[in-house]
């Protein structure tokens, strides 16, 4: 599996965030930093690059936890979060997502890799009593255990939740783009995983598919 991640480039507008390396040519379509317009073809749509998607997220589960067996729940679909600024459908964050089981735990797990838009980098905290802003892909609760997040030597910064009964975790490429992993016990109880086991699977994922979809797009 690929852990090649694309270094960022400086966007010429103001208002947008980074390109992919080697796709700033003015045809490339510019990230919006405040979030994406709704789109039909990120409505709930699988096609070649969610296969590819698919595919990479399931070798990774397999070479990080090669004593478990994944059942799939949701195959890899492009979806859309909403109401990330109180309103439905515009703007909206885009991403690939897929679900699993664990066949051996019971324990499920969400893996998603998102376009950068719309994100904010990192944690925020709510144990303060702060409103959700849903620009965050992680909150701290009052009743988590720990929060954190930590830079790894090539950019990547890492970040996660836990109130043990389940580890969120995400990983913030160079690039803007950003892989996410949920894992949590059905039952409430301990999981079967570390903060580092999840930490270590989110910076692993490969989002290079989530930007050759945005590519297909604009070439469409």
């Not at 480039?9 to 980074?18: L, Q, Y």
Request: aromatic letters at 10%; glycine letters at 8%.
């Amino acid at each position: 599996m690929s852990s090649f991640k694309r270094s960022a480039v400086v966007a010429a507008a103001a208002a947008a965030a980074v390109l992919p390396a080697g796709a700033a040519a003015a045809q490339e379509p510019e990230i919006p930093a405040e979030g994406w317009e709704y789109s039909e073809q990120w409505d709930f749509v699988r096609d070649e690059f969610t296969a590819e998607a698919q595919d990479e997220t399931e070798e990774a589960l397999t070479e990080h936890f090669e004593e478990w067996t994944f059942a799939g729940s949701l195959p890899m679909t492009r979806l859309q979060n909403y109401y990330i600024d109180g309103e439905n459908e515009t703007p909206v964050q885009r991403k690939f997502r897929a679900d699993f089981y664990v066949d051996q735990t019971g324990e499920g797990l969400e893996t998603a890799l998102y376009l950068p838009g719309g994100i904010t980098d990192g944690v925020q905290d709510l144990t303060g009593g702060a409103e959700l802003d849903m620009h965050y892909l992680l909150h701290c609760h009052e009743g988590d255990t720990e929060c954190g997040e930590t830079a790894l030597e090539d950019g990547t910064v890492v970040a996660w939740t836990t109130d043990t009964t389940y580890v969120e975790a995400a990983a913030f490429f160079p690039d803007g783009s950003v892989a996410t992993v949920w894992w949590g016990d059905m039952d409430d109880d301990e999981v079967d995983v570390t903060v580092e086991q999840v930490t270590d699977l989110a910076a692993d994922l490969d989002t290079e598919p989530v930007w050759e979809a945005l590519k297909a797009d604009s070439e469409s």
